[in-house]
């Protein structure tokens, strides 16, 4: 049965995107229209967003409102069409008028994300556009869900409608939005399943209030129901856990194709691989490294943050970089006390480690395309794009066993496999997994089908889309069940 769905989120590429929440937003809308289901998307107004909407038709096409503290207040609604998929823009006095996505903290995001939520219920009402699912995504389209499933149970136009609520990164839960439910007319749940402190927080209720729940992983739908990953949320997730599943993101394998990146020295393929050299001696150039065709570059693409893992990776690096046994290749930004030990890397072995701070979508090609170890120790990891993205341009991964690294990525045996894998989160298990890569790595053939066995693996939306559109009816068939 065809299924209309309403996706909320803070973030859809390509109106806006800050992560890879952006990407998948940005993603699986379209390839569920592609099986045929009527989905749509409402975002907050950023401005940001509006300037890129420009490109893809937007129209004012009215107004809602929301009650809001008690009175009315206007919702300017915008419309854009973005691969065949309606984006709603939902504007009104909370979405600020500056460059940002998120604010600094729960008294600018809480007024705005709630206020966007209600919103989003309101225009639904004002297209007399009947969801049979609302599809939330992280915290912030929580107060939806908590509406829903607490004040709209018995409203006729949203008493069928089942709700659907993805995880990609819990330990972002926007707490302590007591005053800014409130302000929706929303008091904080009493469901005894939440810790106190999250019974006015948009993660804890999106959580509490879902009929469906799923993270972005098989992997990490089984973590977060654990104390170590679960935020303090895991004690709830385990009283849900019939209702909690994984699926895992997919890549788009036309975006990310070596055959057709203007990013890369000369386009490649798995048959082609030998061409790939062109590109490595790009990278290599273009970042100050010395021009070796033999020896091993390690690469890193990434944000610098907390999450990454990157706190256990300098001093691993600096040890093979000592041996002389590998050159080093670093694009990210973040936290300065991240970025400062591989500061000091680039400036003690000159040559042979570049450090490149900022964003930089060719040198990200390049790094994908021509490095040899793609190095990604993440902490945690609730699905991961870039391990995906090296897999298809022949970098071979090396990963913590955390989340989606570890469903994504198999570890190297003789003749099988498709990456390197490491367990304990430490500096020496990082640095012994190293080491055995960049001993295999030696080893011409066996590195070669090592490459061809990881460019051929496919992460398809396509399959994601089959698996949301089952979770989907999973929620309406339970729905249906307690009702009747
Ligand atoms: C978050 C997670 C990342 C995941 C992404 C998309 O950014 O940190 O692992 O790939 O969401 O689901």
């Known amino acids: 049965m065809a299924l209309k769905v309403l996706v909320l989120a803070s973030e859809a ?31 907050p107004a950023y401005p940001v967003a509006e300037a890129q909407a420009e490109r893809y038709g937007l129209q004012r096409v009215g107004r809602t409102q929301v009650v809001w503290s008690g009175s009315p207040v206007p919702v300017p609604i915008g419309q854009a069409t973005v691969s065949g998929v309606p984006h709603y823009l939902l504007g009104g006095p909370y979405v600020p008028r500056d460059n940002r996505v998120y604010g600094s903290g729960i008294d600018e995001d809480g007024p705005k994300y709630i206020f966007y939520s209600m919103a989003a219920l309101a225009l639904c009402r ?29 409203d006729p136009f949203w008493r069928r409608t089942a709700r659907v609520v ?6 972002f839960q926007n707490n302590h939005a007591k005053a800014y439910l409130a302000a929706a007319g929303l008091r904080p749940s009493r469901d005894p399943r939440l810790p106190w402190w999250a019974k006015d927080g948009l993660m804890g209720l999106a959580l ?23 935020a303090g949320l895991d004690g709830l997730l385990r009283l849900r856990a019939a209702n909690v599943s994984g699926i895992l993101n997919g890549l788009d394998y036309e975006k990310w194709d070596p055959m ?23 990278l290599q150039h273009s970042t100050g490294l010395i021009a070796n065709p033999n020896i091993p570059v390690i690469g890193v693409v990434s944000r610098l943050d907390h999450q990454k893992g990157f706190d256990i990776a300098a001093l691993a690096v600096r040890a093979v970089l000592k041996d002389g046994a590998a050159q080093f290749v670093l694009l990210g930004a973040g936290a300065e006390e991240i970025q400062a030990p591989f500061e000091a890397l680039a400036a003690e072995f000159p040559g042979r480690a570049s450090v490149n701070l ?50 994504t990525v198999q570890h190297y045996r003789r003749g099988s496999g498709t990456g390197f894998v490491f367990h304990a989160y430490n500096s020496q298990a990082l640095l012994r997994t190293l080491r055995r890569a960049l001993a295999v790595f030696e080893q011409k053939d066996e590195w070669r089908a090592l490459q061809k066995r990881g460019m051929a693996v496919r992460f398809t939306w396509a399959r994601a889309a089959a698996d949301y559109a089952a979770l989907y009816n999973r929620a309406l068939e339970a729905k249906r069940k307690r009702r009747s």
């Open 208 to 230: 509490a209030y879902a009929d469906e729940i799923n993270a972005v992983s098989p992997g990490y739908a089984r973590e977060i129901m654990g104390e170590e990953y679960g």
């Open 13 to 43: 590429a390509p109106l806006v995107k800050v992560g890879g929440l952006g990407d998948v937003v940005g993603a699986l809308p379209s390839a569920l229209r592609a099986l045929g289901h009527d989905v749509r998307v409402a975002l």
């Open 358 to 407: 900022g964003f930089n979508v060719p040198l990200a090609g390049r790094i994908y395309g021509g490095c040899d170890v793609f190095l990604m120790p993440s902490r945690y990891e609730p699905c991961g794009t870039s391990q995906m993205a090296a897999l298809r341009y022949g970098a071979v991964p090396l990963v913590r066993a955390t989340g989606g690294l570890r469903d």
């Open 166 to 171: 993805t995880v990609h990164n819990l330990p």
């Open 126 to 154: 004002e297209l007399d556009w009947q969801p049979d699912v609302v599809h939330a995504h992280d915290s912030h389209p929580g107060a939806a869900v908590y509406w829903l499933g607490a004040k709209g149970k018995r």
């Open 260 to 282: 057709h990146d203007p990013a890369l020295a000369t386009p490649f393929d798995a048959d082609t691989l030998a061409r790939r050299a062109d590109t490595r001696a790009a």
